[in-house]
């Protein structure tokens, strides 16, 4: 079984700020990493994602994470935020194989971002 | 393309009674999810479907029921509405294959038991 754990609950910081969501997970077996987004009232939608190769990955909206297998995380980061990043944030693992596309979430991150 | 689509949006139930979540998506994905969302709690899994005809249990299961008769629709059961299943429910679903664990989620409805 998995477990992923979202460090903070909340982040405030100012626009144009660099933020950090952190996200560390457990297993015992190979993972896939997920990062999504809600923005309120909506669904999820996916932010990047880590499956193989490169361990730093790249959304197309400037997030990037870096999958760090020694310490077991996935943090999130972004060098300067907008008034529109103001969302809930989660980290979420799938397993290699038999899982079926199930995800472990976190409690989730609720940045808010001031102007 | 709809993608996943959840009816209805809102909905106040009364202690002890039933009603079905719809959820119906069509991308011709084989597997769906139904999860449940609770402030601090993050996501947890209900049920999942890996097609049809085939379902299984998630972490929190007791007090509902899914069936799948067909690709595109994944009900959720609630048969004796408890104080509890007050939540946000999402129904969720994605395409089997490595690369492709993406989960494309529906936007959710509101739930309350009172």
């Known amino acids: 079984a998995q477990s992923v754990t979202q460090l903070d609950s909340q982040v405030p910081v100012f626009e144009e700020a660099p933020v950090e969501l952190r996200c560390n997970y457990s297993?015992?077996?190979?993972?896939?990493l997920f990062w999504y987004v809600q923005y309120p009232n909506q669904g999820l939608q996916l932010l990047l994602k880590y499956l193989s190769g490169s361990t730093l990955v790249e959304s197309i909206n400037g997030f990037e994470a870096e999958f760090n297998k020694s310490q077991t995380s996935f943090h999130l980061r972004k060098p300067s935020v907008h008034i529109s990043d103001t969302a809930e944030y989660f980290c979420?693992?799938?397993?290699?194989?038999?899982?079926?596309?199930?995800?472990?979430f976190g409690q989730g991150t609720i940045l808010t971002v001031h102007p | 393309n709809a993608g996943v689509t959840q009816t209805p949006k809102f909905r106040i139930l009364k202690i002890g009674q039933s009603m079905t979540l719809q959820c119906t998506q069509d991308m011709n994905h084989n597997y769906m999810y139904w999860y449940r969302q609770d402030p601090g709690m993050g996501l947890k899994l209900i049920y999942y479907s890996v097609g049809a005809g085939i379902t299984d249990k998630g972490e929190v299961p007791n007090g509902y029921n899914v069936s799948r008769s067909t690709t595109e629709d994944f009900p959720l059961r609630l048969e004796l509405a408890a104080p509890s299943q007050t939540s946000v429910y999402f129904c969720?679903?994605?395409?089997?294959?490595?690369?492709?664990?993406?989960?494309?989620f529906g936007q959710g409805t509101r739930l309350t038991v009172v």
């Open positions: 969720a679903s994605s395409f089997p294959g490595q690369g492709a664990t993406e989960a494309f």
């Open positions: 979420a693992v799938s397993e290699y194989s038999t899982s079926y596309g199930k995800l472990t």
């Open positions: 297993s015992s077996v190979s993972v896939y």
